[in-house]
């Protein structure tokens, strides 16, 4: 846009700051521009009407208020917000109105303040919320440190045997063991991948637990599968040798001599004149590939004491209907406060199941009970149908690679070896069902020699009654704790016993 | 506001008399309210502009030094109060069209001259709107050139702005004002002389 006029030479006519010569030139343009002169008419009328505004006056109460205002500042000593709300005539305030307004407004910020208090609260909640993987690692810590469903019916080990169990508190379901079987069954090739501690300790991943690597399979030969539950059950030992704090398993089927052997100021809960020390040392020795250093911490909660001593026979039972006769020791178990240590199913890797032969089903359960209450378990076994029970060496058990030259050295001793051989002859001539698996309990009766003078009790002559047992429990204590492996299979899933071991 | 006396009251309230302090604020009170009031547009809102003035002016006045006018000092304080209240204001409320009906009927005792006909009272109504609706900055130097008859130099020394800014920005406010008077009366905005599309 374009200004034909000077907006100062306007102003200043308006104002009245143009001298006579140029009000005139001014006065020229306006005549011959109308716009312009009405413009100016106009403003000059606006001026005057302004500057003939009338003065308004100040209230009356205005200038007292200030000077009261003023003497309250000097007499509190502040210098600012001194103002007094002047009366106002067209909006007076009662002091009713005045409290209402302040109850609103307390109740307007407490409102706020609540909201605020809430809104804070939801945030540190949800910030507090674990995230998915925390849920799940925090899961799977709880279900490797929870006890076993057995573990939480039975008493604890110092309870008296008439006492009902404590009340277990609330665990997370613990994996089964079956579910570890399958897991172990359905990934062969991953468990080959590289020697880790669990194989080293017995152990191999049988669950899908991430944090174990898979095994060799080199290196699990003479392994026993273990799940997550066996984990839990490492036993502690007091010093931390590598034979010390070997898992519970090595303890309970092969460990006996290794521990006898290199730990005998230990003093562990076996005697010094083990039967099956040198053999079982032999068995441990292969059985046994790793150093002290992948030996992982072991909980204490099964102590070795706790677990009992490991038998160098194991009970075999033979049945065609495996689940349900595990089912069957797990539930005699549960009843008659022996912990169950190890439950499995189908203990053989892929490798081991060649070598055995034709294993079908084939399940295994570790049990840890007083001395005097191995009669009441084969006579609870034997009291089932079509259920063949008979003893059964460690060397035979599943999963054991016994050497031959080991095996040399065990013989029978003599009280035992006879024993089995009249109860095998007495089986096969007369052909007595309750005394059917004594051939196979011959079969089965090798034991480390010398055999250890045995204090005859009540309880191990009832149990030789009803079961010869190969070998002499070297046990005093009716009421000492004994680790007993039990190996349920069927019918055609013997595994194959090396042709130089079969008979004694 | 004559400049003789008070700037002696204004000397005297410095040195602690206090009589001399109330004379000046007495004095003084009526034309700070007229130029509130003419700034803020509502009666209330001026009574208490003012008396913030006032307490200002109080609080002060032992650091006046005499060196400056004490009415345009005083005019100072109370612009900066009264445009400091309209941006207070302007959040809580906004410029509505009764803004006559705010600043109120005149006052008992203060009617203008009787000779006053009715075209002069509408015409002075729409000046009071036609004030309120006109941008602050361009109110402001309004105020303070017509109703306060300053000079510009005094404006300039008021509103802290340089000669010219206060010339130009005068002329502008009195186009505004212009403006506004028109819609009011009716008329439709002219375009402004001189400027051609």
Redesign the interface.
Known sequence: ?????D??L??DY?EGQLDDEQRKAFEMLMVA?P??R??VR??LQ??Q???S???????PN??P???Q??ER?MLLGT?SS?????Q?A??PISPAARRRHRLMMLTSYGGLAASVVIVVGVIIHVLRQPTLSERVREERQLVLNSPTKKERSAPPPDQPPGQAPAQAPAQAPTPTSEVSSSAQAASPPAAAAAPTAAATMGHSTTDAIPEIPPVPAETIRGARLTGARDKRERIAAPVPSPVQSRTLDETSDVALADRADSDKDTAPPVPPAAPAAPAVAAIASVSKPAGPATEPEIPEEISPDKAGTPLDVGLEVVTSEVGLSRGDVLKWAASNRVRILKTEADPLSPADRDAAGPISRTQEVVLSLEAQQLPMLVSHLNQRQGQQVQWMRSGDLPRRQVQANSLSKLTLPATTQAATQSVAAGASGAGDESNSLSANAAVAAYVAEPAPKTVATDWHALLMRQLPMPVDIPLHDPAARVQVPIVIREPEARPAAPANEAQP | MATRPEQQWALAAAGGDQAALAKLLETIQHRVYTLVLRMVSHRDDAAEVTQDVLLKIVQNISVFKGQSDVRTWAIRIAMNQSISHLRKRKLRRTASLDQQAEEGPTPPGREPDPAWNVQQRESLDHLRVALSRVEESFRGVLVLRDIEQMDYQQISQVLDLPAGTVKSRLFRARLALRQEMMALEGTPVTARPGVTP
């Open positions: 846009m374009n200004a034909r006029y907006d100062i306007i102003l308006v521009d716009a312009l009405a413009l106009r403003m606006d001026r009407a302004l500057r505004m009338p003065f308004d006056q100040a209230p205005l200038l208020q200030v000077m205002s003023q500042q210098q001194g103002r007094i709300k002047l106002s067209s909006l």
